[in-house]
């Protein structure tokens, strides 16, 4: 331990001390997090937890061989830096890529809320579903998150934001005889929780499963809900992993420019959009807008800096570490699917035989897109309108193929983690009912 050292200061003395023990660059990424999470537990206030945490990531490079090492808390340089050049020893030289740039503090994004808010909107939740469901079971999780993520290197950049995010997760449980319904919804917000349209969300699905209903088996239109529609957008942003596209492994190597799925689909990326902006990814390049697929045409694939540089495009700000102990690669953070004009009622009202998806259960397809899911939370439409709910039933097909013809988004866009998404109208998928 080193008494009075600053987390400013560590980040500091580890490029400097790399510089005196023979490396030629390095580079410092630190995340300082302070979490206030609030736990109800059948329908009860449970828990009340304050955590905080730094991280800090020192990646170095010695004859172009990098390492990486990790340290969380207040630690002795000398060692993380050890560690990192044990690590260089051991790796093949790499190209030095580093982002050049100088001293700059992004705006804070973000205001916290004290505990006392987060308590109230948990029991204001809990209230209104037993108000309408008194023998519901609620559990719900409220959360103000505190990040501050700054990044420094050798070639003098020196960035930081602190990023401040409010997280809602409101469950219900309804045991009725046999039968048992859990019902779910999330939200991220900054500043303000919508507390009211979560609870409208959870008690419209405890409406719905009111009643039982049974479907058949075959092919039908299918509707899964913004919360559900995720399962499908996460296939096509693996195929537009610029580093699936090196490795050869993405169907749409070769897509660039052509007409990959309906024209109705529009996929972007947006830094300054929602609850889950950035102004710079894990190697300090600025995040930009993009466009990844234009009313159906491929026109981008998401890179890091050396995927970038192997197609000859150069980084697209989409370099992140999936945790502090790994190596940036490309992935998305903050992804919009344009949504469309048909409400959620009017997109049902157009079927005559058909499902509702909400939740699934088990993982979604994989880069090949085949799928065959079980319906966690599904409701049958029957002459346009919803008649009841489902159980033992799959929903199986090939996203890439579905998502060619006869699709139709809804105009109920909202965030589903970090994608924002509509409701989608599928046709033709596979239903099997037990």
Known sequence: MVPGLTDDSLAEKL???????????????????????????????????????????????????????????????EAI????????????????????????????????????????????????????????????????DVETTRILNTKGLDCRYSDATLSGYLSADWVRGDDFLSVSDGQTQRDRLEVDALTDQVLQRLAWAEESAEVGTGRMPVIFTAKAADMIWSTLQSALSGKRVVERSSPWSSALGEQMTSPHITLRQDPEAGPFSCPFDDEGTPTQRLVFIDKGVVTLFYCDRAVGRTLGAGSTGNGFR???????????????????????????????????????????????????????????????KLVGRVKDTMVAGNIYTALKDNVELGCDGDWNGSCYTPSVRLDGLSITSG
Request: aromatic share 6%.
């Open 322 to 384: 999936p945790g502090l102990g790994s190596y940036p690669t490309p992935s998305l953070y903050n992804t919009l699917v344009e949504p469309g004009s048909q409400s959620l009622q009017e997109m049902i009202a157009d079927i005559d035989n058909g499902l509702l998806v909400d939740q699934i259960l088990g993982g979604g397809p994989g880069i090949s897109g085949d799928f065959s899911v079980n319906i966690d939370l599904g409701y049958r439409i029957h002459r346009g």
């Open 81 to 144: 830096i050890d560690k990192a050049l044990a690590i260089s020893a051991l790796n093949d030289a790499e190209t030095i890529d580093l982002v050049e740039g100088n001293s700059r503090q992004y705006p804070n994004m973000g205001q916290e809320v004290p505990v006392e808010q987060l308590i109230e909107w948990g029991q204001a939740m809990i209230d209104r579903i037993r108000s309408a469901y008194p023998e519901v079971i609620c559990g719900v999780d409220v959360e103000c």
């Open 15 to 77: 490029i400097d001390l790399a510089l005196q023990r023979g490396a030629e660059a390095a580079e410092v990424l630190q995340s300082r997090s302070r979490s206030r999470p609030v736990f109800f537990e059948a329908n009860r206030l449970k828990q009340l937890e304050t955590s905080a945490a730094l991280g800090t990531a020192l990646r170095l490079w010695v004859n172009g061989r990098p390492g990486l090492a990790v340290a969380y808390g207040n630690v002795d340089p």
